[in-house]
C-alpha cells in the first residue's frame, strides 16, 4: 500500500467498509485451564528493584484511580453502556463531563477486547435503540484504535516519519523552555494547563483534552509531534503505539487526512465551548479559581483591581501566555504553506 492510496482510504472509508460487518458473535471461550512452562524462572522480591516512586511519589494519584484487572474492565464497560452511552454522542467533547468509557487502558492492558466490547456494544442498542446516536459514536472510536493498528501494520515507519513525506522537512523549532512550559502545565494558558496536570497526576486525559493540547505543542510552539508523543509514553496509563503515533500525526497535521495541517485549534475558544463554566480549568489550575466564568480561559483580559481581588499576580503565580496564539497559527500556516500546499485555507477552527 503506497501513501496516496493511504491518503485516499482515510478512516471514513475504512469505518463504512468495516461498521456494516460487525456482529455480536460470542467472543471465544475463555480456556478450561493454562498449564505452567516445565521450569519456572527464580522469583525476584520486586520492592527491592526500587521502582516505587517516593519523593515525589508521581503514582499517588493513579494508584487512587485506577484498578487494574479484568474484572475492573469490564465493570467499567458495564457501568459505561449502563449510564453514559446515553449521554456520549454529545458530551464526550466536555472537559467538565464524566461520559467518555474510561476503557482504553484495560484495553491496553489486554484486559478486555475490542471484540467483548463491539458485541456488548451492539447487544445495547439491540434492546435500546434510543441509544443509537451514543453508540454509535462510541463504536466508531473503537474504529479509530483499529484503524490505527490497520495503519501501522501497513506502514510501520509512521513510528518515527510523517505519512506524508513532504513534512519530512518541517522546521520545528523545538525550543526546550517552552516544551518544558507545556509539560508542568505552566503555559499561561488555562486549559492547556488543567489538561496536562490532570494528564501528570491521573494518567488519562480525554480525547479531545489530547486533540486540544497536541495541537497547541505542535502547531502553536512548533515542536516536533515526536517529543509530545514520547512524553504521552510515559505518562498515559492507556499508552498504545498505534493510536498515539496516528493521532498524534493527524493532529500535527501529517498523518492520513486530506487536509488536516490548518487544522489549529485555538485553545481559548477550544476551552469556553468544551470547559464553559470552568468547572475543569478551576479543578487543575486552582490559582486563577476565583476569575468569572467569562474571563476564567483568559486572565490576561482581567482588569487588574480584578486580578488582585482574585488573588492572581500574572507573571508571579500564574503565567502569562508562553506565545500568542494568533501569530503563531500564521507562523505555522505560512510554514506549512511553504511545504507544498497549493490551495489557500482559512485555518477555521471547526
Given at each position: 500500500?503506497?501513501?496516496?492510496?493511504?491518503?485516499?482510504?482515510?478512516?471514513?472509508?475504512?469505518?463504512?467498509?468495516?461498521?456494516?460487518?460487525?456482529?455480536?458473535?460470542?467472543?471465544?471461550p475463555a480456556p478450561q485451564k493454562m498449564d505452567p512452562p516445565e521450569n519456572l524462572p527464580a522469583s525476584e522480591d520486586i520492592s527491592r528493584w526500587g521502582w516505587n516512586p517516593q519523593n515525589p511519589d508521581w503514582a499517588k494519584g493513579l494508584?487512587?484511580?485506577?484498578?487494574?484487572?479484568?474484572?475492573?474492565?469490564?465493570?467499567?464497560?458495564?457501568?459505561?453502556?449502563?449510564?453514559?452511552?446515553?449521554?456520549?454522542?454529545?458530551?464526550?467533547?466536555r472537559l467538565d463531563s464524566l461520559s467518555f468509557s474510561t476503557l482504553s487502558p484495560y484495553l491496553h492492558a489486554g484486559e478486555i477486547t475490542s471484540k467483548h466490547i463491539v458485541r456488548q456494544t451492539l447487544l445495547k442498542l439491540y434492546s435500546h435503540p434510543e441509544l443509537q446516536a451514543g453508540g454509535e459514536k462510541f463504536l466508531s472510536e473503537?474504529?479509530?484504535?483499529?484503524?490505527?493498528?490497520?495503519?501501522?501494520?501497513?506502514?510501520p515507519q509512521m513510528i518515527h516519519t510523517p505519512f506524508q513525506n513532504k513534512f519530512s522537512r518541517f522546521p520545528w523549532k523545538n525550543n526546550p523552555v517552552l516544551i518544558a512550559a507545556w509539560k508542568s502545565g505552566k503555559t499561561g494558558y488555562p486549559v492547556i494547563d488543567a489538561i496536562m496536570r490532570q494528564l501528570w497526576e491521573t494518567g488519562f486525559i480525554s480525547n479531545r483534552a489530547r486533540m486540544i493540547t497536541a495541537s497547541f505543542l505542535s502547531k502553536d510552539l512548533l515542536v516536533d509531534w515526536k517529543e509530545?508523543?514520547?512524553?504521552?509514553?510515559?505518562?498515559?496509563?492507556?499508552?498504545?503505539?498505534a493510536n498515539n503515533t496516528v493521532s498524534w500525526q493527524w493532529v500535527s497535521g501529517m498523518g492520513v487526512d486530506a487536509a488536516p495541517y490548518f487544522r489549529i485549534y485555538n485553545p481559548v475558544l477550544q476551552g469556553e465551548k468544551f470547559d464553559p463554566n470552568g468547572l475543569y480549568v478551576r479543578h487543575w489550575v486552582p490559582e486563577i479559581r476565583n476569575l468569572p466564568d467569562h474571563l476564567i480561559h483568559r486572565p490576561w483580559e482581567a482588569p487588574e483591581d480584578l486580578l488582585r481581588k482574585s488573588g492572581i499576580t500574572l507573571g508571579e503565580n500564574y503565567p502569562f501566555p508562553i506565545v500568542d496564539h494568533q501569530k503563531s497559527?500564521?507562523?505555522?500556516?505560512?510554514?506549512?504553506?511553504?511545504?507544498?500546499?497549493?490551495?489557500?485555507?482559512?485555518?477555521?477552527?471547526?
Open positions: 500500500m503506497d501513501e496516496s492510496r493511504g491518503l485516499r482510504c482515510g478512516f471514513s472509508h475504512f469505518w463504512s467498509n468495516l461498521r456494516p460487518r460487525l456482529d455480536p458473535t460470542e467472543s471465544l494508584r487512587e484511580r485506577w484498578i487494574p484487572g479484568e474484572k475492573a474492565a469490564h465493570k467499567a464497560l458495564d457501568d459505561f453502556l449502563d449510564r453514559k452511552l446515553i449521554n456520549y454522542a454529545t458530551d464526550r467533547d473503537i474504529g479509530w484504535r483499529e484503524f490505527s493498528r490497520h495503519l501501522l501494520i501497513h506502514f509530545g508523543a514520547g512524553w504521552f509514553w510515559n505518562t498515559l496509563v492507556d499508552w498504545d503505539q497559527r500564521q507562523e505555522a500556516l505560512f510554514l506549512f504553506h511553504a511545504l507544498g500546499k497549493n490551495k489557500s485555507e482559512d485555518g477555521s477552527l471547526a
